[in-house]
């Protein structure tokens, strides 16, 4: 069965420090990779998605990136955090090749909060 | 902008009863649907997936999609306390891509 992971669970950071969050997943190979995050009382808002090795889309223009240097990992960074950074980041899979029926599966989140 | 619009509640209802949850989406292209369960301080948990029109039941769960009208909802039968939690509707409009309503919170009281 699939498994995904992520890590810190949470994290308290002050502004302008930088910022890595590492996701990974088991059990399957070559899936779409996506981080999300969710503020406070908000929905889910798309950051990045990536099919592939090397492969990232941004959603949003803002002072993240992400990199997946390999085929289940997935990670997340800010060289200068901002207090508007502050949520519940959650990054999820989804079987390769699906097409349309994406189903997407969500890892357990890390909370970050920028003080 | 393709949007997926919720009542963001709280929908309050008591335990044994119907609850009705209901999503409506801009997109008419839209192909899948799915429907996902948030307690407060965890992440997401699919609960159902929905791509045809007409009803689709998994126990207690029953998800109704309705293309020409473009909603979808998600009712609840015999709710229970346990199942008090934010309710998040997804579309996926093609590109891989799910688009997110912000949720409807459901309170089953005892």
């Known amino acids: 069965s699939q498994t995904i992971h992520q890590w810190p669970a949470t994290l308290v950071q002050p502004v302008g420090s930088p910022l890595s969050l590492e996701c990974t997943v088991e059990?399957?190979?070559?899936?779409?990779l996506y981080w999300y995050r969710q503020a406070a009382g908000r929905g889910l808002q798309l950051l990045f998605y990536?099919?592939?090795?090397g492969q990232i889309s941004s959603e949003v223009p803002q002072n993240l990136s992400a990199s997946r240097p390999q085929d289940r990992q997935f990670i997340l960074s800010s060289k200068k955090l901002l207090l508007s950074d502050s949520g519940f980041y959650l990054c999820?899979?989804?079987?390769w090749g699906q097409g349309n029926t994406d189903t997407q599966y969500f890892g357990p989140g890390t909370r970050l909060t920028v003080l | 902008q393709k949007e997926v619009e919720q009542n963001s509640g709280p929908l309050s209802v008591p335990e044994g009863a119907i609850a009705s949850l209901n999503c409506t989406y801009s997109?008419?292209?839209?192909?899948?649907f799915f429907w996902y369960r948030q307690y407060s301080g965890k992440s997401p948990e699919l609960i159902m997936s929905?791509?045809?029109?007409g009803d689709k039941e998994d126990g207690r769960f029953t998800a109704q999609l309705n293309k020409a009208s473009q909603y979808v909802s998600l009712l609840i039968r015999d709710s229970q306390p346990s199942d008090s939690a934010t309710y998040l509707c997804?579309?996926?409009?093609?590109?891989?891509?799910?688009?997110f309503g912000t949720g409807t919170r459901l309170l089953v009281s005892p």
């Open positions: 997109d008419r292209g839209s192909q899948s």
């Open positions: 990536s099919v592939g090795i």
């Open positions: 999820a899979w989804a079987p």
């Open positions: 997804a579309v996926n409009t093609g590109f891989q891509k799910l688009v």
């Open positions: 929905i791509y045809s029109n």
């Open positions: 059990g399957t190979s070559n899936p779409n």
